[in-house]
């Protein structure tokens, strides 16, 4: 029995009314790979900002167990959301150090929690499965708990970046949810090489998930701004979007940068 979280059942909640709103049409495979209790990763595929959310709401509905979601620091500086994050009991992340982030993530797993992380960092809008960072096999590893591979295709037309989808391109959205078979983790070889074989083959699992999902999805995507260029669709491709988000990197450097040297010093 998982103890009930009042803030965490109030956030699902307004999830529910908006996917339910939204008429959110989700098509789930692999739930039995959902474990009923104890500590395991979930990688996520990242195409929307809303994708946290559906993996939240399918799992919930499922064994009504809540998953701890590593998020950006920035979003926990707001005084609403960050309140809220923290009743989650989600974890902060500093991009610049991340080393308390991670021993609150072990420790989360340590203590039989659902650990959500998107181990391609920031949404991906080639809707392809980018190169990962080794967090998610590191964290898995250190904690002895398995990765559960997910991918989600769909969510990205709800609200993703660089599209702003009208209400009624949201309305009546089919979502596929495909939740793969757990990856044990190897404590046995701790050199990188070994965690980057690790995320190599998390990628690629990741990647056939989404396969898999895009093969069944219920909309032909041919010329649609919200299908992958090797699908015939529009989105960038995996070097265009590369090229475009090392860009938007650089100028938020410059501009924290700036933003530094702008403040007075006494």
């Given amino acids: 029995m998982h103890k009930r979280e009042l803030i965490y059942s109030t956030a699902i909640g307004a999830g529910r009314a908006l996917f339910g709103l939204l008429r959110v049409r989700p098509t789930v495979t692999g739930l039995e790979h959902l474990p009923a209790t104890g500590g395991a990763v979930l990688a996520i595929t990242h195409f929307g900002y809303l994708d946290f959310a559906l993996v939240e709401w ?6 009504r167990r809540h998953i701890r979601f590593m998020a950006k620091k920035g979003a926990f500086d707001h005084p ?12 902060s992340v500093d991009m610049d150090s991340g080393r308390e982030a991670y021993a609150q993530a072990v420790d989360a797993l340590h203590d039989g929690e659902l650990l959500g992380v998107f181990p391609e960092g920031g949404v991906n809008a080639s809707f392809t499965v980018r190169e990962l960072k080794t967090g998610a096999v590191r964290m898995a590893q250190a904690a002895n708990v398995p990765i559960i591979p997910v991918a989600v295709w769909g969510g990205h037309r ?3 970046k660089n599209h702003r989808s009208t209400l009624r391109e949201r309305v009546g959205v089919p979502v596929g949810i495909r939740f793969g078979q757990p990856i044990p983790p190897d404590t046995a070889g701790p050199a990188d090489r070994d965690v980057a074989a690790h995320t190599l083959r998390l990628h690629d699992t990741l990647q056939s998930l989404v396969d898999a999902v895009q093969a069944e999805y219920p909309v032909p995507g041919a010329g649609a701004w919200w299908q992958p260029a090797h699908l015939g669709g529009t989105a960038p491709t995996p070097a265009e979007a590369a ?11 410059a501009e924290k940068l700036a933003a530094a040297q702008a403040k007075p010093r006494f």
């Fill in 80 to 91: 609403l959301i960050g309140a809220l994050l923290r009743g989650m009991k989600h974890i």
């Fill in 158 to 160: 709800l609200m993703t």
């Fill in 243 to 253: 090229v475009v988000e090392a860009e938007r990197r650089r100028r938020k450097a």
């Fill in 58 to 63: 399918i799992t919930w509905r499922h064994n």
